[in-house]
């Protein structure tokens, strides 16, 4: 079920995103996401499974995720996607990030399968007393990649995830409109894969519009 298209097949682009830092002198930093086109040869049957898994909520499961999330043991993932991620973040790109092959190896002994699922409750749920949807957030706790898998089909897909150039101390007031730090989107497409550093400051894109008739659908990966 999990099979990937092979690494030969991908039509891989890698964007070059600004972004501010703290560690050099310069004040900000170059960051690369990878994105990669009909990853899996039948998303279909990915989609399928996820859409049959039981939800789960709450920090433990979801952390500050905007909705609910699939969590379920796979070792067939494992086995099928592990070469390619191991192949796709050992590449000289990541200036930013070194690759350790143990370290990398003992996050995916323990690879779940995710997937987020966001609905228009869950959204009007969150955003009740804000201007804006903001989900901005970093996922670098442990990890130096994550990586997300649309599998929304074509006719639902919305949005997608934007990257931010993000002033971690900045005192952002409750009428600052986030999307002015917006320095990239990856549009949301059926079986695209998006690869990013975990630092990054990214979000999905959401609005109280979105998702009235199914729910925004990504697996997530953190590695």
């Given at each position: 079920m999990f099979e990937a298209n092979p690494l030969s097949n991908y039509n891989l682009?890698?964007?070059?995103?600004?972004?501010?830092?703290?560690?050099?002198?310069?004040g900000f930093i170059w960051r690369k996401v990878f994105i990669v086109d009909d990853f899996y040869r039948d998303p279909d049957q990915v989609r399928d499974y996820a859409l049959s898994c039981e939800l789960k909520g709450g920090k433990e499961y979801c952390g500050s995720l905007v909705g609910k999330r699939v969590v379920e043991d796979s070792q067939e993932m494992i086995d099928n996607l592990r070469p390619i991620f191991s192949t796709l973040c050992n590449q000289r790109e990541w200036n930013n990030l070194e690759y350790d092959d143990t370290e990398f190896?003992?996050?995916?002994?323990?690879?779940?399968?995710?997937?987020?699922?966001?609905?228009?409750d869950?959204?009007?749920?969150r955003f009740t007393d804000t201007v804006y949807c903001y989900t901005h957030h970093k996922d670098n706790i442990g990890y130096?990649?994550?990586?997300?898998?649309?599998?929304?089909?074509?006719?639902?897909?919305?949005?997608?995830?934007?990257?931010?150039?993000?002033?971690?101390?900045h005192a952002y007031g409750y009428d600052y409109n986030i999307k002015n730090d917006i320095m990239f989107t990856s549009e949301m497409k059926y079986n695209r894969?998006?690869?990013?550093?975990?630092?990054?400051?990214?979000?999905?894109?959401?609005?109280?519009?979105?998702?009235?008739?199914?729910?925004?659908?990504?697996?997530?990966?953190?590695?």
């Open positions: 682009t890698v964007k070059r995103v600004y972004d501010h830092s703290k560690d050099n002198d310069q190896h003992s996050k995916w002994d323990n690879m779940k399968f995710m997937v987020n699922s966001t609905t228009h869950d959204i009007m749920e130096k990649w994550a990586a997300l898998i649309y599998l929304n089909k074509d006719d639902e897909c919305n949005g997608g995830t934007d990257f931010y150039n993000y002033i971690e101390d894969m998006v690869l990013y550093e975990a630092r990054h400051t990214h979000g999905a894109i959401l609005d109280r519009k979105m998702y009235k008739q199914h729910p925004r659908l990504a697996q997530v990966f953190f590695m």
